[in-house]
């Protein structure tokens, strides 16, 4: 969720049933305070009428090009997302500075070339986590059942800021000995997963 002015906010809610997406966040507002608050348009749409509005973003990692000659992607549109929570916000802007920074210096040389403007994916790939990495932890989340996912929970701590490298082994430990069957179901790859989704890793 992320908040705006006078009130406003950008919800965002995971789903892959996008038919039942509208469906979703009516359940979300009417289980949360939101159902208390008058329903408003955004300061660009004019008339009393009240109508949501919404898209999608994407979930499968960044573009295998980013750029060609004269054009670079930022954002929702080069694919950065973070693939575990769905948030992207951080990823936009920080692709923005990178891609600024290109189009700058390839402006004081008149050269707009795929060529002068590959530092740009250099750039975001040096400092972005390994999507790689994180979608096949996603694929595996997405494999547990409830009740995995249940333990999974209950095996975490209250406060994972401080979690090093030892109390990160101690949780898979933990899971696997609880649920021997988990290593079969890549369970350290969800674990990986989670650590590069974190707010460092520019995570959600």
């Known amino acids: 969720m992320i908040p705006k002015n006078d009130g406003r906010a950008n919800v965002g809610l995971v789903t892959e049933d996008k038919k039942g997406a509208v469906k979703a966040l009516d359940a979300f507002i009417e289980n949360t305070h939101f159902k208390e608050l008058a329903a408003v348009n955004p300061p660009w749409r004019e008339g009393d009428k009240v109508r949501g509005f919404g898209g999608t973003i994407p979930i499968s990692g960044p573009h295998e090009t980013t750029h060609t000659d004269g054009l670079m992607l930022i954002g929702d549109a080069a694919g950065f997302t973070s693939p575990l929570f769905e948030g992207g916000s951080h990823l936009a802007l920080k692709s923005a500075v990178y891609a600024a920074e290109v189009a700058q210096q390839a402006v004081v040389k008149g050269d707009l070339s795929a060529s002068c403007l590959s530092r740009y994916p250099r750039m975001w790939k040096a400092e972005f986590p ?36 030892t109390g990160k082994g101690m949780v898979v430990l933990r899971l696997l000995f609880r649920r021997p069957s988990l290593y079969f179901k890549r369970i350290v790859s969800a674990m990986l997963a989670f650590g590069y989704s974190r707010a460092k890793h520019y995570g959600w």
């Open 130 to 165: 390994p999507y790689h990495k994180i979608l096949r932890g996603k694929e595996a989340l997405y494999a547990l059942t409830d009740a995995e996912l249940s333990l999974m929970a209950r095996c975490f701590p209250e406060e994972m800021n401080d979690m090093g490298v």
